[in-house]
């Protein structure tokens, strides 16, 4: 496997660098889904792999994610890595979108990225409310959005009303979404890809406007 899977054309202006999430690798439908939507929003997307989900593609052992500070350093040498030319957003899926949150307001004062975009952010472990992954997020300083279903069980709507978190964070939310942006089609009459492509749409025209 390659460093990057690249969608999109390679002379857009932005290039958004997306992590996967904790259990699933970059080319999952979900992250293939949502690099298509973003690059046919004009958007160049950059997808990369953490060490420990790349080690499963040669027959390592199946192990849960590092110390997030080693996934930190991860993302960092990935951001690195990118090819010169065009603004960066970074950003991710659930632990990806994480882990470039607590790189991105250091990589925004240097200069290397413009803001930061998760897609269904882990505001608490799932089933502990109590322990909430926001405190970064109180004082962040970087331009970002979270596209978040509204009953996502790592931080439903009504959660996300009750946090501190910085005014320089735009939300955007999505009927009745899950983790993986699945709302019940019965009750919203909508789909995933409906979804992806409403983040989506949300992600280019909020770059847009930075």
Avoid at 10 to 19: I, K, Q
Avoid at 25 to 34: E, N, R, S
Avoid at 60 to 77: D, S, T
Avoid at 80 to 98: E, H, Q, T, Y
Wanted: hydrophobic share 45%; with cysteine; net charge neutral.
């Amino acid at each position: 496997m390659t460093r990057f899977l690249f969608d999109g054309d390679a002379g857009a202006p932005v290039t958004v660098l997306l992590a996967h999430g904790a259990g699933a690798a970059m080319d999952t439908p979900f992250m293939a889904g949502l690099a298509a939507a973003l690059a046919g929003c004009g958007l160049r997307v950059a997808r990369f792999e953490f060490a420990y989900m790349a080690a499963r593609r040669t027959g390592g052992p199946k192990r849960p994610p590092p110390k997030v500070e080693m996934l930190c350093g991860e993302y960092a040498a990935a951001l690195a890595d990118l090819p010169n030319g065009a603004r960066v957003v970074i950003g991710g899926k659930s632990m990806g979108g994480r882990v470039a949150s607590l790189i991105a307001d250091e990589a925004f004062a240097a200069g290397r990225i413009a803001g930061l975009a998760c897609f269904g952010y882990p505001f608490h472990p799932q089933g502990k409310p109590e322990k909430l992954r926001t405190e970064h997020l109180v004082g962040l300083r970087t331009p970002a959005l979270i596209c978040q279903g509204t009953r996502d069980p790592f931080g439903t709507e009504q959660e996300v009303a009750g946090y501190a978190l910085s005014e320089r964070i735009a939300l955007h939310w999505l009927a009745d979404g899950d983790h993986d942006f699945a709302p019940r089609k019965r009750v919203t009459g909508l789909t995933q890809a409906d979804h992806l492509s409403d983040a989506a749409r949300a992600c280019a025209g909020w770059i847009g406007a930075l």
